[in-house]
């Protein structure tokens, strides 16, 4: 069975760093495609980062971009976000999902439905 298990999340100032992980057990991560999302108190949520299964193509939300890198070590089984210059408004619990890389060859999208299998969250605060 597919299991995704996020970590690394916590209170954090403004203007800090943290850096997350998404470990992956029961299938091989280097057959999917891997996608960090992220939702607010009263918000909907909302796609943060992806990464293609070769890691060869991520994409950004705009928010992000410049802050956020997502990277990914296949023979950990794993991926990571590193957050930095983080703000108020990133506080959210942040997830990671996966979809088969096959369904959309070479690259990564942040569409929520293709997402198949999700981990459970990890909270991200930041506040003074």
């Known amino acids: 069975q597919l299991q995704l298990v996020e970590s690394g999340g916590g209170l954090v100032q403004p203007g800090g760093s943290l850096n997350l992980s998404c470990a992956a057990s029961?299938?091989?991560?280097?057959?999917?495609?891997i996608g960090w999302f992220r939702q607010a108190p009263g918000k909907e949520r909302e796609g943060v980062s992806c990464?293609?299964?070769?890691?060869?193509?991520?994409n950004y939300a705009d928010s992000v971009k410049g802050r956020f890198t997502i990277s990914r070590d296949n023979a950990k089984n794993t991926v990571y976000l590193q957050m930095s210059s983080l703000k108020p408004e990133d506080t959210a619990i942040y997830y990671c999902?996966?979809?088969?890389?096959?369904?959309?060859?070479?690259?990564?999208?942040?569409?929520?439905?293709?997402?198949?299998?999700w981990g459970q969250g990890t909270q991200v605060t930041v506040s003074s």
């Open positions: 990464i293609s299964s070769s890691g060869g193509s991520t």
């Open positions: 029961g299938f091989t991560l280097r057959s999917y495609a």
């Open positions: 999902a996966a979809y088969p890389a096959r369904i959309v060859q070479a690259m990564c999208v942040m569409t929520e439905q293709l997402f198949s299998s």
